[in-house]
C-alpha cells in the first residue's frame, strides 16, 4: 500500500508514461509469439526506456509540492492527448519499416482518443502493431473512465453538468466540498483503484466469450478491447459470426450508461438499469431505427430474391447491431449490414449512422458525441414546451431533478450542441481548405469530433480513405478527435478565468 500511495502522489503525466510503458510489453509477447523478434525487441527495449525515463521524472518531481486544482488537471488531461502519442508513436517508428514518425503520431491520437482510425493502408500493418493501436485504445478508454469521474464529474463537466447542483449563471456548485474534502490525487488513486478491476473483469469477460463463439484468441482480445473502448478497431475487419456478433452487442450496454459499472451488481442492478434515463433513450433508439429501416422495405414495395423471412431476418439483425455499434461510436458493422442497407432500399444508409454517432453514448462512458443525457434533457424541455403550449397555466412534475433537466440541463445541453455544431462548421473549413469536398469534409469532421474513426468507411456513397489526405488535413483531424474527447464545453472552461480558481 505504501507504494500505491507513493505513486499516486506523482504527477498525472508520469503515471501515464510509466503505463504506457508497461503496455509496450503486450504487443512485444504478440510480436514473440509470431517470432517476429525484431518487432519484439523493439517494443521491449521501449517499454524499458520509458520505464526508466517514468522513474527519473518520478524522483524529480516527488520532492516538488504542487498545488493540485481543478484547471491543472484538466491541462495535465489536454496536455497527455497532445504529447503522450509523441511517447506512443516511438516503437512503432522504430519497428515499422518505412514509417513516418508523423504518421505514427497521428495513429497514436487517433488509438489514445478511441476515435480508431487507421492512417496505415490496408494490410500495412502486422499483428503486433494492430495489437498496439488496440492496446493504446483499450487504455484511452480507461483514461476516459477515470478523467470523466475523478476530474470531470466534481468540476460538473463531460455531461455531469446536466443533472448537477450548479446555476448556470453563477457557476456555484455543491461539489465545491467534494472538492475540498479530497485532493485531486486522492480522488484519482480512489476511482482508479475501484474502476480497474472492473474495466479489466469485463475485457477479460468478453475475450473468453469471443472464444468460446469461436474467435481465435488473438482477434477476440482486440475486438474485446476495443468494444470497451469503443474504438471498434479490429483485426481483419470482422468480428465473427452471429454468436461473437451477440456477445459485443451485450457489451454495447457499458457504453450507454456510467451507472452500468460503477454500481454494485446486486439485486436492485435491474431496477436501476430499467429507470436509468440514458439506457431507456438507447433502447428506444437501438428499437425504433432498426424497425424503420426493416419495415420500410415494404413502404418502397421491393421485390426480388430479398423477400423471404431469412434474409429478411439477418437483415433486421445486421441493422440492429449496427444501429448500437454506431450509437456507442464504436464503429463495429455487422457482417449483414450489407443486407441491412439492401432491405430498407435506402440510397445512402451511412447518414442515418452518422446522426446516431452524433447522438453518441452515455455521460462518462468511453463513447462519444452529444451523449444520451443531453439528447433526454433537450427532449424533455422541448416536451414541456409543447405541453405549456397547450396548457399555459400548467404545473409540471417529474420531481426536482426532473425540473433541474428540463431547465438548466436543458440550457446548458443546448450551449453544449451549438459549440460542436460550431466545432464542426470550423473543421469542415478548415478541411475543405486543403482540398476535400463537401461531403468527405462533413463525414471526417463527424469521425473525429464524435471519435468514430470507421464512420469515414460507412457513412458516404463511397468510402473515405485517411492515407490519402495530406499532412495538413491530418493535423486537422488529430485536432478535432482531442477536441470531441475533450469534449468543447471542457476547452471553454479551461480559457474561463472564472474556472482558474476553482
Same mark, same amino acid.
Given at each position: 500500500?505504501?507504494?500505491?500511495?507513493?505513486?499516486?502522489?506523482?504527477?498525472?503525466?508520469?503515471?501515464?508514461?510509466?503505463?504506457?510503458?508497461?503496455?509496450?510489453?503486450?504487443?512485444?509477447?504478440?510480436?514473440?509469439?509470431?517470432?517476429?523478434?525484431?518487432?519484439?525487441?523493439?517494443?521491449?527495449?521501449?517499454?524499458?526506456?520509458?520505464?526508466?525515463?517514468?522513474?527519473?521524472?518520478?524522483?524529480?518531481?516527488?520532492?516538488?509540492?504542487?498545488?493540485?486544482?481543478?484547471?491543472?488537471?484538466?491541462?495535465?488531461?489536454?496536455?497527455?492527448?497532445?504529447?503522450?502519442?509523441?511517447?506512443?508513436?516511438?516503437?512503432?517508428?522504430?519497428?515499422?519499416?518505412?514509417?513516418?514518425?508523423?504518421?505514427?503520431?497521428?495513429?497514436?491520437?487517433?488509438?489514445?482518443?478511441?476515435?480508431?482510425?487507421?492512417?496505415?493502408?490496408?494490410?500495412?500493418?502486422?499483428?503486433?502493431?494492430?495489437?498496439?493501436?488496440?492496446?493504446?485504445?483499450?487504455?484511452?478508454?480507461?483514461?476516459?473512465?477515470?478523467?470523466?469521474?475523478?476530474?470531470?464529474?466534481?468540476?460538473?463537466?463531460?455531461?455531469?453538468?446536466?443533472?448537477?447542483?450548479?446555476?448556470?449563471?453563477?457557476?456555484?456548485?455543491?461539489?465545491?466540498?467534494?472538492?475540498?474534502?479530497?485532493?485531486?490525487?486522492?480522488?484519482?488513486?480512489?476511482?482508479?483503484?475501484?474502476?480497474?478491476?472492473?474495466?479489466?473483469?469485463?475485457?477479460?469477460?468478453?475475450?473468453?466469450?469471443?472464444?468460446?463463439?469461436?474467435?481465435?484468441?488473438?482477434?477476440?482480445?482486440?475486438?474485446?478491447?476495443?468494444?470497451?473502448?469503443?474504438?471498434?478497431?479490429?483485426?481483419?475487419?470482422?468480428?465473427?459470426?452471429?454468436?461473437?456478433?451477440?456477445?459485443?452487442?451485450?457489451?454495447?450496454?457499458?457504453?450507454?450508461?456510467?451507472?452500468?459499472?460503477?454500481?454494485?451488481?446486486?439485486?436492485?442492478?435491474?431496477?436501476?438499469?430499467?429507470?436509468?434515463?440514458?439506457?431507456?433513450?438507447?433502447?428506444?433508439?437501438?428499437?425504433?431505427?432498426?424497425?424503420?429501416?426493416?419495415?420500410?422495405?415494404?413502404?418502397?414495395?421491393?421485390?426480388?430474391?430479398?423477400?423471404?423471412?431469412?434474409?429478411?431476418?439477418?437483415?433486421?439483425?445486421? @441493422?440492429?447491431?449496427?444501429?448500437?455499434?454506431? !450509437? #456507442? $461510436? %464504436? /464503429?463495429?458493422?455487422? *457482417?449483414?449490414?450489407?443486407? +441491412?442497407?439492401?432491405?430498407?432500399?435506402?440510397?445512402?444508409?451511412?447518414?442515418?449512422?452518422?446522426?446516431?454517432?452524433?447522438?453518441?453514448?452515455?455521460?462518462?462512458?468511453?463513447?462519444?458525441?452529444?451523449?444520451?443525457?443531453?439528447?433526454?434533457?433537450?427532449?424533455?424541455?422541448?416536451?414541456?414546451?409543447?405541453?405549456?403550449?397547450?396548457?399555459?397555466?400548467?404545473?409540471?412534475?417529474?420531481?426536482?431533478?426532473?425540473?433541474?433537466?428540463?431547465?438548466?440541463?436543458?440550457?446548458?445541453?443546448?450551449?453544449?450542441?451549438?459549440?460542436?455544431?460550431?466545432?464542426?462548421?470550423?473543421?469542415?473549413?478548415?478541411?475543405?481548405?486543403?482540398?476535400?469536398?463537401?461531403?468527405? @469534409?462533413?463525414?471526417?469532421?463527424?469521425?473525429? !469530433? #464524435? $471519435? %468514430? /474513426?470507421?464512420?469515414? *468507411?460507412?457513412?458516404?456513397? +463511397?468510402?473515405i480513405g485517411y492515407t490519402g489526405l495530406s499532412d495538413v488535413a491530418k493535423?486537422?483531424?488529430?485536432?478535432?478527435?482531442?477536441?470531441?474527447?475533450?469534449?468543447?464545453?471542457?476547452?471553454?472552461?479551461?480559457?474561463?478565468?472564472?474556472?482558474?480558481?476553482?
Open positions: 500500500m505504501s507504494v500505491l500511495h507513493s505513486i499516486a502522489k506523482l504527477p498525472l503525466f508520469v503515471i501515464l508514461i510509466g503505463v504506457s510503458s508497461g503496455a509496450m510489453l503486450l504487443p512485444s509477447l504478440v510480436a514473440l509469439g509470431q517470432d517476429d523478434m525484431p518487432t519484439s525487441r523493439v517494443f521491449f527495449y521501449c517499454a524499458i526506456l520509458f520505464f526508466i525515463l517514468a522513474l527519473l521524472l518520478g524522483f524529480v518531481t516527488t520532492s516538488t509540492t504542487r498545488a493540485e486544482t481543478g484547471w491543472t488537471q484538466l491541462i495535465t488531461l489536454l496536455l497527455a492527448y497532445l504529447l503522450l502519442p509523441l511517447i506512443l508513436a516511438v516503437p512503432m517508428d522504430a519497428a515499422l519499416e518505412g514509417a513516418r514518425f508523423f504518421t505514427c503520431y497521428i495513429e497514436m491520437v487517433s488509438s489514445l482518443t478511441t476515435t480508431g482510425a487507421s492512417f496505415f493502408g490496408e494490410g500495412s500493418l502486422s499483428d503486433p502493431f494492430i495489437m498496439w493501436r488496440a492496446t493504446v485504445a483499450w487504455f484511452g478508454g480507461f483514461l476516459i473512465w477515470l478523467s470523466a469521474i475523478a476530474i470531470l464529474a466534481p468540476l460538473n463537466l463531460g455531461g455531469y453538468e446536466v443533472t448537477s447542483e450548479a446555476q448556470v449563471q453563477g457557476l456555484q456548485t455543491r461539489s465545491a466540498g467534494q472538492m475540498r474534502a479530497a485532493t485531486p490525487e486522492q480522488r484519482l488513486a480512489k476511482h482508479a483503484m475501484r474502476l480497474a478491476p472492473t474495466y479489466v473483469t469485463l475485457t477479460v469477460a468478453l475475450w473468453i466469450l469471443l472464444m468460446v463463439a469461436g474467435s481465435d484468441s488473438l482477434s477476440a482480445l482486440i475486438h474485446a478491447m476495443s468494444t470497451l473502448s469503443t474504438s471498434g478497431i479490429s483485426l481483419d475487419g470482422q468480428i465473427g459470426g452471429f454468436g461473437a456478433e451477440m456477445m459485443v452487442f451485450l457489451f454495447f450496454l457499458f457504453a450507454l450508461s456510467r451507472r452500468t459499472f460503477t454500481h454494485a451488481l446486486n439485486r436492485d442492478y435491474l431496477r436501476r438499469m430499467i429507470k436509468d434515463r440514458e439506457i431507456r433513450l438507447a433502447v428506444l433508439v437501438v428499437v425504433m431505427v432498426p424497425l424503420i429501416l426493416f419495415f420500410r422495405h415494404w413502404f418502397g414495395a421491393f421485390e426480388g430474391e430479398t423477400n423471404n423471412f431469412a434474409y429478411g431476418a439477418a437483415a433486421l439483425w445486421g @441493422a440492429l447491431f449496427t444501429v448500437a455499434s454506431f !450509437l #456507442t $461510436t %464504436t /464503429g463495429f458493422v455487422s *457482417q449483414e449490414w450489407a443486407a +441491412a442497407s439492401l432491405w430498407s432500399g435506402i440510397e445512402v444508409p451511412g447518414m442515418v449512422l452518422i446522426g446516431l454517432a452524433l447522438m453518441g453514448g452515455g455521460v462518462a462512458t468511453t463513447a462519444g458525441g452529444v451523449k444520451l443525457l443531453r439528447v433526454y434533457a433537450l427532449y424533455k424541455h422541448g416536451l414541456r414546451e409543447v405541453e405549456k403550449l397547450i396548457h399555459p397555466h400548467s404545473v409540471a412534475g417529474a420531481g426536482r431533478l426532473g425540473r433541474r433537466i428540463r431547465r438548466e440541463g436543458a440550457y446548458i445541453a443546448w450551449v453544449f450542441f451549438m459549440l460542436l455544431v460550431l466545432s464542426m462548421a470550423v473543421f469542415m473549413s478548415l478541411l475543405a481548405a486543403t482540398g476535400l469536398d463537401f461531403e468527405s @469534409a462533413m463525414i471526417l469532421t463527424v469521425a473525429a !469530433l #464524435t $471519435t %468514430t /474513426g470507421p464512420l469515414a *468507411q460507412v457513412g458516404g456513397e +463511397a468510402a493535423i486537422f483531424l488529430a485536432f478535432a478527435m482531442i477536441v470531441g474527447r475533450m469534449e468543447t464545453l471542457v476547452l471553454v472552461a479551461l480559457i474561463s478565468p472564472r474556472f482558474w480558481r476553482r
